[in-house]
């Protein structure tokens, strides 16, 4: 452009010349005053420079660099005028100047702009780009419409709008339509997605519009929330596939910082199952709050890799002064947990680690007795033997009023921390029970989304069962926040919300993947739901407390329960007795000592022990 600049200004001056004297070859004046014509040629191209006009991409000019070109010329115009009026004889026409800023500023903003025009017009249409609608014309969705109109990817054809005041209006060159008139606009319009640019609508209003959306089978990608976009960890146009928690209707929980910090800042954290779902999102939370030490123990070699490298990865592009020490070793070996515990000097422990897969507990009883109660046994000694300030033991809904044996392991395991915290004076024990959580491992949603990627059929066990759900990163910050709160003994329950329909969480998940639900009503759908039954231990619905006596805390999503405790004689004799099953391989007895009566525990099914069923199998039993 400084080339094609050099030779045009001087055109321009000519052109002004043309305007003022109303000819088209004015020679004898410009003869005169021809050495103005290279220095507006040298000075225009330095003052361009000066302003850095040259060094703007002119795909993206905008705005700002026009305000340049502005005052570029401006101060170009001065010059001709100074050296027109005071040094050449005869003097300029004093309208010269004038003329030759408009003529001039005519010319710069036009051929740049021009260019920006044609790029976006072959991107537009010698690119094979997809039309896409835009849900939202407030000021997130022109900010994507500016974003796109350089996207080699989408091109935005028009905006979507529930506001009547914004309906039929023009916005950035697009017009607002109804929601109304979704469908019908797909159609005569050719759109491929819709983009949801509402970063800021309320649970209940995003999961209406989505949907809506599945309904229409219409595929939908979203902008990231406000919270994302404010603190940079996302950009407005860093679009992302909706995902089964857009449809939860659940409100975004606001962390309490002061209760997270309480039991981290400047502490020696330890994660028992730090490589697990609930633990690894738990270690993320801690290391963002600057704990002194955060050691991660973990029985999986590859876990502990993966959130080992991730957490390094993370504290050094946060430059957070926090020691990383991972741990493999497993719970139930006390000699080895009492020496990390020792060694780091551990203030606070959130003890994630425990088989949680119900059908994998009902095949494996007396590995999964021994890791959960066991485990959890020999850490709580531990921790009140060398003085630890916290421990959390990280529950479930499945242990209230259990039907499997994964439940009452954990039951059994809350029922230690709790007779232990009735014994302790310097640590705080305490545990928090809440229910499922999105795509942890063993979890229906990865489960699903596998299956519809395979063609279906998606599989549930009963049509009426129901669960409740909350993200992961949720769970673990109310965890931390509920640790925080704990005085000792404490139940903490997290509100859930509503319960969840599998079949409607199904439905919708299958409708979020642009397929549709082939039914009674729809026999032409692409994926088939089909019902197994319900499976050993597994119950038609998830409780979260034991009795009716609850409180709330001063978190709104934090609820206290106050629940018996058995006597401590009786907790040990019956661990006892379980110990001694564990030792003879007596499945049927260690089976018998979980259902005793302050467990909660009725099972619902045989004993389908993988060792125990090969064996009856041998011995002609089964």
């Not at 010269?96 to 025009?117: D, G, N, W």
């Not at 940079?232 to 679009?239: E, H």
């Amino acid at each position: 452009m400084m080339m094609v600049d050099a030779i045009l200004i001087p055109i321009c001056l000519w052109c002004a010349y043309v305007l003022r004297l109303a000819e088209w070859w004015p020679w004898e004046r410009m003869i005169v005053h021809w050495w103005v014509f290279p220095f507006a040629s040298i000075a225009g191209v330095a003052i361009f420079t000066h302003f850095r006009i040259y060094r703007s991409v002119l795909r993206y000019i905008g705005s700002h660099t026009l305000v340049l070109i502005l005052k570029s010329i401006v101060l170009l115009s001065v010059c001709i005028m100074i050296l027109g009026f005071f040094v050449v004889d005869p003097i300029m026409p004093r309208s010269v100047p004038i003329l030759f800023a408009f003529v001039c500023t005519a010319y710069v903003a036009s051929t740049r702009y021009l260019y920006r025009y044609y790029y976006r017009w072959v991107l537009t249409h010698l690119l094979n780009k997809e039309s896409v609608a835009i849900y939202g014309a407030g000021g997130a969705g022109v900010q994507l419409a500016t974003a796109l109109a350089d996207s080699a990817e989408f091109k935005a054809v028009a905006y979507i709008d529930d506001s009547e005041n914004l309906q039929g209006a023009i916005v950035h060159g697009l017009r607002v339509y109804s929601g109304e008139d979704l469908i019908k606009l797909v159609e005569s319009l050719d759109i491929k997605h819709v983009l949801l640019a509402l970063p800021s609508a309320s649970p209940d209003d995003r999961s209406r519009i989505v949907e809506k959306l599945a309904r229409a089978n219409i595929n939908a990608l979203t902008v990231p929330a406000m919270s994302e976009i404010v603190t940079g960890r996302a950009q407005i146009d860093t679009l992302r596939k909706l995902e089964i928690k857009d449809l939860l209707g659940r409100k975004a929980v606001v962390p309490d910082q002061a209760l997270i910090t309480a039991s981290l800042l400047g502490k020696s954290v330890m994660v028992t199952g730090a490589g697990g779902s609930i633990g690894s999102e738990i270690c993320r939370q801690v290391i963002r709050n600057n704990p002194k030490k955060l050691v991660l123990f973990e029985a999986c070699e590859y876990n502990l890799y993966s959130i080992e490298r991730e957490l390094n990865d993370h504290f050094k592009s946060e430059n957070l002064e926090c020691e990383i020490l991972p741990i493999l070793g497993n719970v139930c070996d006390e000699n080895h947990i009492h020496k990390v515990i020792s060694t780091f000097g551990i203030q606070t422990i959130y003890h994630a680690a425990a088989y949680k897969h119900v059908p994998l507990v009902e095949q494996n009883v007396l590995v999964g007795i021994r890791n959960n109660i066991f485990g959890t046994k020999t850490v709580c000694e531990s921790a009140i033997k060398l003085g630890v300030e916290r421990f959390i033991l990280i529950s479930t809904d499945k242990a209230v009023r259990t039907t499997n044996i994964m439940g009452a392991t954990k039951r059994f395991a809350e029922l230690i921390v709790q007779d232990i915290a009735k014994r302790s004076d310097k640590t705080i024990f305490t545990m928090v029970r809440f229910g499922n959580v999105l795509g942890s491992s063993g979890s229906v949603v990865p489960l699903f989304l596998e299956q519809i990627d395979n063609g279906g059929p998606v599989t549930i066990t009963h049509p009426d069962i129901t669960r409740y759900f909350m993200t992961i990163p949720e769970a673990a910050l109310l965890v931390i926040q509920a640790g925080s709160l704990a005085v000792g003994g404490d139940v903490f329950v997290l509100e859930m919300g509503k319960k969840v329909k599998i079949v409607d969480l199904a439905c919708r998940m299958i409708e979020l993947s642009g397929r549709t639900v082939k039914n009674a009503d729809n026999p032409h759908g692409e994926i088939e739901i089909a019902f197994t039954g319900l499976r050993p231990g597994e119950k038609m619905t998830e409780e979260l407390v034991i009795g009716c006596n609850i409180s709330n805390t001063v978190h709104p999503y934090i609820l206290t329960a106050q629940e018996d405790v058995p006597s401590s004689e009786k907790l040990q004799s019956l661990l006892e007795a379980l110990d001694q099953a564990l030792t003879s391989f007596n499945i049927e007895h260690a089976i018998e000592f979980l259902s005793d009566p302050m467990i909660g525990f009725t099972p619902k099914s045989g004993i389908v022990d993988c060792i125990d069923t090969q064996q009856r199998m041998e011995l002609g039993t089964e």
